[in-house]
């Protein structure tokens, strides 16, 4: 087979960041297929590489997490712009696998559809529009109207649709009837983020030794709602414990402002990290921190840091609800904190600074988890099946 994935965002282990759309291009690798993806880079012209044996198409596109709406806007339109011109690139394929977000992202495939005969698989990994409608980013009447018809409409010509969540899954079906919608969540790479005793030399670095260590890593965007992080951090003070807080995005200024006025001597802030960083921080941590706005459409993704963390056999904490929150009060790996109230923290986080075996017995909870459901070798092959099963179809 020939597949193009589609992802503004791609991203592989030597770059630091998500690479969920890495993992599905090595899959197919693996496999034997040919894989090519395009990509939007800050360059200033086009390039291409092989990593890994995938052949990855960057073309240049200013994005980052900073950008307001506006500009995020303009960076979309212009990655789906630049897709559209280099049919070179693809009227070969078999398959095109497009990951959102953005929405935007359907457009391209809409396009190659249409022009060249090939079908589209569609991956969800937010609900779009309404996740920057609730956020108060689309407040346009006309536009929220001609966002919900394209969303319709890219998932109508879809030759399937892929869900990252259950509450995603319920999300579209609710809206399309007549599409299959399979659930493929982000992956545990239980291979690399291990379960380890934490190191004398990385708690030295991080300064975490005697600390019951709380981390936060990931982007640091408006949606991420980090001033909660904060409170938690401040209210957390007559305790041993150190927040640790790695990433970068648009708040992150802010945030060190307010940190720095508020006297959060348990807080410290960590540069934007790779794999092998991210992995030092999981070792010296005790839990990990996935904080969002309490905005009800945020409840419904697949944050990758959530998967990451079960991987590593750590203590979840978490400030929303929805299926995750769910799924960690079933397994008994980790705990819910109002995201109103900070204090709440505290009451449920000094449980497991006291009693070291209540803590170990959640943790290895959150990697029986990741083991069981989220292996990044079994949702690989599901994901390859998949493909395989649609190129047949679409060929028949």
């Given at each position: 087979?020939?597949?193009l994935?589609?992802?503004?965002h791609f991203?592989?282990p030597?770059?630091g960041?998500a690479?969920?759309s890495y ?6 690798v693996?496999?034997g297929h040919?894989?090519k993806?395009?990509?939007g880079a800050?360059?200033?012209k086009?390039q ?5 044996g995938i052949?990855v ?7 980052e ?7 995020r806007t ?5 990655f789906?712009?630049?897709i559209?011109?280099r049919p ?6 078999d398959?095109?696998?497009t990951?959102?977000?953005p929405?935007?992202i359907?457009?391209?495939?809409m396009?190659i559809?249409k022009i ?10 937010d609900?779009?529009?309404e996740?920057?409608?609730e ?10 109207k001609?966002?919900?018809a394209?969303?319709k409409?890219?998932y109508t010509?879809s ?9 995603i899954k319920?999300?579209?079906e ?19 983020y291990?379960?380890s005793n934490?190191?004398a030399?990385?708690?030295?670095k991080?300064d975490?030794k005697?600390k019951?260590?709380v981390s936060?890593i990931?982007a640091?965007?408006?949606a991420?709602g980090l001033?909660y ?6 209210v957390s003070q007559p ?8 990433g970068d ?14 006297k ?5 802030f ?5 794999r ?7 070792n ?14 945020l409840e ?6 959530y ?8 203590l979840?904490?978490?400030?929303f609800g ?13 705990i ?8 709440t923290?505290?009451k449920?986080?000094?449980p497991f600074?006291?009693n070291?075996?209540?803590?170990k017995?959640?943790q ?9 459901f989220y292996?990044?070798?079994?949702l690989?092959e599901?994901f390859v099946?998949?493909?395989?099963r ?6 028949a």
């Amino acid at each position: 087979m020939k597949v193009l994935i589609l992802h503004q965002h791609f991203k592989s282990p030597y770059h630091g960041g998500a690479i969920r759309s890495y993992y599905l291009a090595k899959a197919l690798v693996d496999k034997g297929h040919s894989v090519k993806v395009i990509t939007g880079a800050n360059i200033n012209k086009y390039q291409s590489e092989h990593i890994d044996g995938i052949e990855v198409h960057f073309l240049p596109v200013l994005y980052e997490n900073r950008f307001k709406f506006i500009r995020r806007t303009y960076s979309f339109l212009t990655f789906v712009a630049g897709i559209i011109r280099r049919p070179l690139l693809y009227k070969d394929v078999d398959m095109v696998y497009t990951i959102s977000v953005p929405l935007t992202i359907g457009i391209a495939s809409m396009w190659i559809k249409k022009i060249y005969k090939i079908p589209y698989v569609f991956e969800v990994g937010d609900l779009w529009p309404e996740a920057p409608i609730e956020l108060g980013f689309v407040r346009n009447y006309i536009l929220k109207k001609i966002l919900f018809a394209l969303e319709k409409t890219i998932y109508t010509k879809s030759a399937c649709i892929v869900a990252l969540s259950p509450a995603i899954k319920d999300g579209i079906e609710k809206r399309i009837r007549s599409k299959k919608i399979h659930l493929i969540p982000n992956m545990s790479d239980t291979c690399f983020y291990k379960p380890s005793n934490k190191l004398a030399e990385l708690e030295k670095k991080y300064d975490v030794k005697n600390k019951f260590v709380v981390s936060y890593i990931g982007a640091i965007g408006l949606a991420n709602g980090l001033d909660y992080f904060l409170q938690c951090a401040k209210v957390s003070q007559p305790l041993p414990l150190k927040f640790l807080l790695c990433g970068d995005g648009a708040m992150l200024e802010e945030l060190r402002a307010s940190a720095k006025r508020m006297k959060l001597e348990n807080l410290a802030f960590i540069p934007f990290q790779n794999r092998d960083g991210v992995n030092e921080i999981m070792n010296v941590s005790d839990a990990v921190f996935i904080c969002y706005k309490p905005v009800p459409i945020l409840e419904t993704g697949s944050p990758n840091k959530y998967f990451d963390g079960l991987s590593a056999g750590k203590l979840i904490v978490l400030n929303f609800g929805g299926w995750i929150k769910e799924e960690v009060e079933k397994n008994k790996c980790g705990i819910y904190v109002d995201p109103h109230q900070p204090l709440t923290f505290l009451k449920e986080i000094e449980p497991f600074v006291a009693n070291q075996d209540r803590l170990k017995a959640y943790q290895l909870s959150s990697r029986s988890l990741a083991e069981r459901f989220y292996s990044r070798k079994a949702l690989s092959e599901k994901f390859v099946s998949l493909i395989e099963r649609e190129v047949i179809c679409s060929q028949a």
